[in-house]
Nanobody
Framework: QVQLVESGGGLVQPGGSLTLSCAAS????????MGWYRQAPGKQRELVAT???????NYTDSLKGRFTISRDNAKNTVALQMNSLKPEDTGVYYC??????????????????WGQGTQVTVSS
């Protein structure tokens, strides 16, 4: 099993910055890609960014340039730096890890692990 704990959320004014952090514990060897998702009030959860264990990143096009995802495999953490924040960035931000298992010399996706979420509020 894998446990994910997010931190770093809070209240920030438009144009400000925040850095979120996600710490993973448990069966770390069973983690492949990790990512950040967010959910605004009354809206569906949406992808923000993902990053592989090798450092390859993928961003939602509208957020690329303002948000940066990074990963420290040695510390089992993934971070999301958010700049030039807008009110529409408000929501609960969730950390996700893709679980894998090794079977007969191959890796197979087994499911996702999710953190509890951290609130980000952008308001003046």
């Amino acid at each position: 099993q894998v446990q994910l704990v997010e931190s770093g959320g809070g209240l920030v004014q438009p144009g400000g910055s925040l850095t979120l952090s996600c710490a993973a514990s448990g069966s770390i060897s069973g983690i492949a890609a990790m990512g950040w998702y967010r959910q605004a009030p009354g809206k569906q959860r949406e992808l923000v960014a993902t990053i592989t264990s090798g450092g390859k990143t993928n961003y939602t096009d509208s957020l690329k340039g303002r948000f940066t995802i990074s990963r420290d495999n040695a510390k089992n953490t993934v971070a999301l730096q958010m700049n030039s924040l807008k009110p529409e960035d408000t929501g609960v931000y969730y950390c996700k890890a893709a679980g894998v298992t090794y079977w007969r010399r191959s890796y197979y996706y087994t499911g996702d692990y999710w953190g509890q979420g951290t609130q980000v509020t952008v308001s003046s």
